[in-house]
T-cell receptor, first 114, second 118 residues
Framework: AQKITQTQPGMFVQEKEAVTLDCTYDTSDQSYGLFWYKQPSSGEMIFLIYQGSYDEQNATEGRYSLNFQKARKSANLVISASQLGDSAMYFCAMSDGGGFKTIFGAGTRLFVKA | GAVVSQHPSWVICKSGTSVKIECRSLDFQATTMFWYRQFPKQSLMLMATSNEGSKATYEQGVEKDKFLINHASLTLSTLTVTSAHPEDSSFYIC??????????????FGDGTRLSIL
């Protein structure tokens, strides 16, 4: 069975600094996808970044980068130059190779301080 | 880009009422949609997978008779919470993935429905 673990319930970061949100996963599949979503207090889910299990390069999307360490089964999200608007809940998620089902981690609440 | 619309965004109703939530894919045909439930400050829990033209696949522990799912067209899936009670109060959110994209593309989420049963 697939499992996503986020061990940081809450994180604080100073505005303009970088922050890393941890995510580890467990799966017996060879092909899978890893995602990060942002959920502000309004509730909508905002897609941030994707990493495929066969991708050799770490994914980057603007200020977001995914530190993918396949052997360690970790997919940490790095947010550079944090902004006040980054304060939100962040979920790590994984889908199987067919993309049929996606499971989510418990989430990390990020607080950006001015 | 692809958009998923969910309606209503907020429902408050009396105990015993049935509530229908709609999830529409606006610019693509979705043969599969997903329904999640989220309690305050918790993660999204997959309730069921909605399949166009066939029965939904429910996750373990989800009551099929309580949460009725109908996916009658390629752009619409509905979740009906039957005879709702206060413990059914939650945030319900649907998602869909554009066809042919496999696992590499993210799911597109609706904005969610906050259900409060008095």
């Amino acid at each position: 069975a697939q499992k996503i673990t986020q061990t940081q319930p809450g994180m604080f970061v100073q505005e303009k600094e970088a922050v890393t949100l941890d995510c580890t996963y467990d799966t017996s599949d060879q092909s899978y996808g890893l995602f990060w979503y942002k959920q502000p207090s309004s509730g909508e889910m905002i897609f941030l970044i994707y990493q495929g299990s066969y991708d050799e390069q770490n994914a980057t999307e603007g200020r977001y980068s995914l530190n993918f360490q396949k052997a360690r089964k970790s997919a940490n999200l790095v947010i550079s130059a944090s902004q006040l608007g980054d304060s939100a809940m962040y979920f790590c998620a994984m889908s199987d190779g067919g993309g049929f089902k996606t499971i989510f981690g418990a989430g990390t609440r990020l607080f950006v301080k001015a | 880009g692809a958009v998923v619309s969910q309606h209503p965004s907020w429902v408050i109703c009396k105990s015993g009422t049935s509530v229908k939530i709609e999830c529409r894919s606006l610019d693509f045909q979705a043969t599969t949609m997903f329904w999640y439930r989220q309690f305050p400050k918790q993660s999204l829990m997959l309730m069921a997978t909605s399949n166009e033209g066939s029965k939904a696949t429910y996750e373990q522990g989800v009551e099929k008779d309580k949460f009725l799912i109908n996916h009658a067209s390629l752009t619409l899936s509905t979740l009906t919470v039957t005879s709702a009670h206060p413990e059914d109060s939650s945030f319900y959110i649907c998602s869909a993935r554009a066809p042919g994209t496999g696992g590499r593309q993210p799911q597109h989420f609706g904005d969610g429905t906050r259900l409060s049963i008095l």
